[in-house]
């Protein structure tokens, strides 16, 4: 069984699209959903936080896009597809969690009812780059 009680989609073709948001480029809802409904899948790799420093002095760019492993320590994941564009907001209407098997799938589910055309946007947590040194009730990302 899926997180909410429903069953693993057996093929997922996303319907969003990716436009102009708030902070650059972001996700937008291509339909309405329902709480709990799936709004995307991403497949992830994992790479080493040795490959995330710093290049002459400047900060790699790449670091913006990746997620905190919760696979193995000192590691980040590298999100494909749509998954990597998710804006942050203090009240994001999406959520993003793995099922715990070895399919290397980031899934993604509306955290209410969300309006078809509106931004989907994900919580970066306290400690993401985006809520040191800026009001937190500030909506969007700074990358």
């Known amino acids: 069984m899926f997180r909410g009680g429903r069953k693993k989609p057996q093929e997922f073709k996303s319907v969003n699209s990716i436009q102009k948001g708030i902070a650059g480029y972001g996700v937008f809802a291509g339909r309405k959903y329902k709480a709990k409904e799936i709004v995307e899948i991403s497949p992830f790799i994992e790479i080493h ?10 900060k790699n760019p790449l670091r913006d896009y990746v997620f905190t492993s919760h696979l193995k320590k000192d590691h980040e994941l590298v999100v494909f597809g749509n998954g990597s564009l998710f804006n942050h907001s203090n009240n994001p209407n999406v959520y993003y969690y793995h099922d715990q098997t070895k399919n290397r799938l980031l899934y993604y589910a509306a955290s209410k009812d969300i309006e078809k055309g509106e931004e989907l946007f994900i919580s970066y947590g306290d400690k993401h780059s985006v809520n040191q040194g800026v009001d937190k009730n500030l909506v969007g990302s700074t990358h």
């Open 49 to 58: 936080q040795d490959h995330l420093q710093e290049m002459n002095g400047r």
